[in-house]
């Protein structure tokens, strides 16, 4: 099982950034997909969701209306869209995988978001 993100990096003040997560080793399409952050010195927090067939979405208040997520199942490949972004938006963004309604869940590796001027 895995999964890879990617698109991380550093932009300025205002900027986007897309973040892909691509899975291998489980059946995706069972498999609600989530992205979370986590800044230094904080905990582990949950950014945005998505159901395994991609017909809801969910996001914290603090990135409504900026960020995106979405998911194309043939390709086994979530994504995160991220506009207008703050300072505070810097963190290392996980991809999460949780079975519809088994108990299996896993977990990326990473990838680090920084937004500075």
């Known amino acids: 099982v895995q999964l890879v993100e990617s698109g991380g990096g550093l932009v300025q003040p205002g900027g986007s950034l897309r973040l892909s997560c691509t899975a291998s080793g489980f059946t995706f399409s069972n498999y609600r997909m989530s992205w979370y952050r986590q800044a230094p010195g904080k905990e582990r927090e949950l950014v945005a969701t998505?159901?395994?067939?991609?017909?809801?979405?969910n996001y914290a208040d603090s990135v409504k209306g900026r960020f995106t997520i979405s998911r194309d199942n043939p390709k086994n490949t979530v994504y995160l869209q991220m506009n207008i972004l703050k300072p505070e938006d810097t963190a290392v963004y996980f991809c999460?995988?949780?079975?519809?309604?088994?108990?299996?869940?896993?977990w990326g590796q990473g990838t680090q978001v920084t937004v500075s001027s």
């Open positions: 999460h995988a949780a079975h519809k309604w088994a108990g299996f869940n896993y």
């Open positions: 998505i159901t395994s067939a991609g017909g809801s979405t």
